[in-house]
Every structure is written in C-alpha cells, then in structure tokens.
C-alpha cells in the first residue's frame, strides 16, 4: 500500500510541476506588457506579488493601456477574479485547512491549482496537487514577471514560442479522462461552446468566468433533478 501511495505521490508532483513550468513562464509576457502600459518595475513586480492570477493582472493592464484609469481596471480584475470563489467553494472541504494554513491558501488559489486538486482520490493527493502547482506557478511567475518587466519588449512575447499554446494542451490532457460520463461530456462541450462565443466581445478572463458559470448552473440543475 505504501508503494502505491508513493508512486502516486510522484506522479502527482510531476504532473503539477509541468503544468506550473509551463504556466509560470508566461509571467514574462505580463512583465513587458505592463512596463509597456506605463507601470514601472516594482508596481508590475508588485501586482504579480499580491495579486496572483494572470487574467486579473492582464486586464487590469489592459484597461490602463487603452486610458482607463487604475481604479477602472482595479474594478475590472476584481471582476474577473469572482471565479476563484467558486474555486474555493469547491476547494475548501476537499483540502479542508483551517486558520493560517487557509489562509495562505488562498492566495495559491488559481486556475491551475485548483485544475491539479479537484478530483483527487484522496485529500492528500489534492493537496500535493494543489501546493505543488501552485507554489511553483507563484515563484516562477513572479520571477518572469521580473525579468520580463526588466527586459521590456527586448525579449519578444512568449507566445511566439508556444508557450500559452502549451498551458491549454496540459490542461486539456488532464481534463480529457475526467470526462467519463454523459453529462460531464455535456456540459464541457456546451461551457466551452459559450466560452468561444463570449470571446470577441469580452476582455480576457471574462470567458473562463462564463464558462464556470455554465458549469455551475448544471450542477443546480442536476441536483435539483435528483432531488
């Protein structure tokens, strides 16, 4: 029994540790496209510190891009952060932390950390999931976010090389065999369905809201049908 807990254990880490290389690096991007916004090093380096979540941080430097005022976009990365609630509703009984430990979790609450926790066999298992992603996310991303803030455009977008390309592939390898039934088939197709048809007219973030929103209503539904 051991040795199974143990290979499962280490499969867990280097699944998150793949998904957070690949997601930390994007921090770059965001540290050229927020110096070119206007904010100067240590204000970029300071949204990546305490705001932690890439959509959020994008918009937010998108609306002071385009002459909003930081208020405005403050107001529209809060917006777009509602999502990570619903992550920790479903979250919190599952790692079942109390107090500091809480805390501190939930400022690794994000996309990816809740995307290695959730459908976890064992509470132990999500919770190497969860710190592992997010831990790695938190330190690679503010890092990039540095030295793409220091280098500006010098070292071009790293969506050039794939890199975000990257981020959806490991999502959807590690979403694809959860889909085993019907109804989650069902819903993921329709969240992403609507997700898509959302995009040309939202701000980035706003579509995965959407689609958590889709995900969500079927899921009062199929209670209430049950019930």
Not at 94 to 117: C, F, K, N, P, V
Not at 170 to 194: G, S, T
Request: some cysteine.
């Amino acid at each position: 029994m051991s040795e199974e807990v143990t290979e499962d254990r280490r499969a867990i880490v280097g699944d998150s540790l793949a998904v957070g290389v690949a997601t930390g690096a994007y921090g770059i991007s965001f540290g050229a496209v927020s110096t070119a916004s206007g904010l100067d090093v240590l204000q970029t380096c300071a949204l990546s510190l305490l705001v932690f979540t890439g959509a959020s941080q994008f918009a937010m430097v998108g609306v002071i891009a385009s002459g909003g005022t930081p208020f405005a976009g403050a107001l529209t990365a809060l917006l777009l952060g509602t999502r990570n609630t619903l992550y920790g509703l479903r979250l919190a009984p599952l790692l079942a932390w109390t107090g500091g430990r809480r805390l501190a979790a939930a400022h690794l609450l994000i996309d990816e950390s809740t995307a290695m926790s959730v459908g976890r066999s064992t509470r132990e298992g999500a919770r190497v999931g969860f710190l592992t992603t997010g831990a790695t996310i938190f330190v690679l991303w503010n890092l990039a976010t540095a030295v793409g803030a220091l280098a500006g455009e010098a070292i071009g977008d790293p969506r050039d090389y794939g890199l975000d390309a990257a981020v959806g592939a490991a999502f959807l390898a590690l979403l694809w065999p959860r889909l085993d039934r019907p109804l989650h088939r069902a819903v993921a197709v329709l969240a992403a369905a609507v997700a898509l048809g959302v995009v040309p007219f939202t701000t980035a973030g706003v579509p995965v809201l959407v689609a958590a929103g889709v995900a969500l209503l079927a899921g009062v539904l199929t209670v209430r049908r049950k019930r």
